[in-house]
């Protein structure tokens, strides 16, 4: 009986030890940097055959880079792109980022160009961003896509939450440009007595992980200390661990927006 007791106490103890949140690193001390390889410029307005190659120095290895705020990949090689700006994203694995220069694609036989202003977004889970696009050059008339949805003439784009998008202009020839265009945020106000607290009560201070000791939640301090981890490993689904109370994806937001807004005792 006392042996099945000691098993039981190391199984829960390394549990618990496997969902510690460890203290995130400070990107200020990195080395981290980013250069431009090369690029290779569009043989036409609408054609998608241009490219860019960056490279990264310093940080710790492996590297994700990520064009326009998409998705990461290994390496820093990019194709079929069509005339347009960007910039590149690498992360390394201490999660610290930098972003290049904004890199130019063009085309040599159009003029066709964009420019786009952005209204902040200020509230979690109804995102209430815009961007209005203005073209210029080439030949009217324009019409604009944002995102995945179709062309559109309407050149405003509403309801968008804060990040990077990539926008296309097309004129009435079928020459196309690219912009990226950031929607910022603003402070949403999100309350940490009223909405996180609740959550965390519920799903994450628990006696058998963050309730209690080194790891208790329930201290605001040491869980401010500890925000930008929490906000990281609920949004990637390591906590709560598998097995618990799982997060819904309204609840994973508005623990990111609390802590993107300085994880405040309001």
């Not at 961003?129 to 008339?141: D, K, L, M, Q, Y």
């Not at 020839?173 to 690219?178: G, L, V």
């Amino acid at each position: 009986m006392t042996r099945i007791i000691c098993l039981l106490f190391i199984v829960l103890a390394v549990g618990c030890t496997n969902n510690d949140i460890n203290k995130k690193f400070d990107c200020s001390t990195s080395d981290l940097t980013i250069e431009l390889a090369s690029k290779t410029n569009t043989t036409s307005c609408n054609s998608v055959n241009g490219k860019i190659s960056v490279g990264a120095k310093g940080g710790k290895q492996p590297y994700s880079f990520s064009l326009n705020g998409g998705v990461g990949q290994t390496g820093g090689d990019f194709l079929n792109l069509g005339a347009g700006s960007y910039s590149v994203i690498v992360t390394d694995a201490n999660e610290c980022k930098v972003t290049s220069v904004v890199i130019d694609i063009s085309a040599p036989d159009s003029n066709l160009n964009a420019t786009a202003v952005a209204v902040r977004n200020n509230q979690c889970t109804n995102p209430n961003g815009s961007i209005t696009v203005t073209a210029s050059g080439g030949n009217t008339p324009y019409s604009f896509q944002f995102g995945t949805a179709g062309f559109t003439s309407s050149n405003v784009f509403n309801n968008v939450k804060q990040g990077t998008y990539n926008l296309i202009v097309k004129d009435a020839t079928d020459c196309q440009k690219i912009i990226a265009v950031t929607v910022p945020r603003e402070n949403t106000n999100t309350s940490y007595l009223n909405t996180v607290k609740p959550i965390l009560d519920v799903s994450c201070n628990l006696a058998s992980c963050h309730l209690g000791g080194s790891r208790d939640l329930t201290d605001f301090q040491r869980l401010k200390n500890l925000a930008a981890s929490v906000k990281s490993r609920t949004a990637n689904k390591s906590m709560p661990p598998s097995g618990s109370s799982q997060l819904t994806q309204s609840q994973i937001d508005l623990i990111g927006c609390w802590v993107d807004d300085g994880a405040l005792n309001n």
